[in-house]
């Protein structure tokens, strides 16, 4: 069993910056690829990024590339989301998740476990 804990949320300026964390539990993180995913109000959940277990591979969505980066401490069971350039739109809850295999995969089906979600929110 993994537990997810996602903090660094806030109320932040367009154009501005956040960082996320996912501080995970459980002795097999360093075995798992993670990932960050966000829903808007009446949107479906969006997978923004995701990262391998060592974290020599990393997706991002198009929407994020170029202003976000994904990254992790398997020292610290930690997984981060630096976010640079906040737009509006960028606006959700952020939730981590974990995957019981060492690299990422295209579906959120495929992310067993789940934090309880840290809500960003990008004034204009």
């Known amino acids: 069993q993994v537990q997810l804990v996602e903090s660094g949320g806030g109320l932040v300026q367009a154009g501005g910056s956040l960082r996320l964390s996912c501080a995970a539990s459980g002795r097999t993180f360093n075995n798992y690829a993670m990932g960050w995913f966000r829903q808007a109000p009446g949107k479906e959940r969006e997978r923004v990024a995701t990262?391998?277990?060592?974290?020599?591979?990393?997706f991002y969505a198009d929407s994020v590339k170029g202003r976000f980066t994904i990254s992790r401490d398997n020292a610290k069971n930690t997984v981060y989301l630096q976010m640079n350039s906040l737009k509006p739109e960028d606006t959700a809850v952020y939730y981590c998740a974990a995957r019981e295999y060492r690299y990422s995969s295209f579906s959120d089906f495929d992310y067993a476990y789940w934090g309880q979600g840290t809500q960003v929110t990008v004034s204009s």
């Open positions: 990262i391998s277990w060592r974290g020599d591979s990393t």
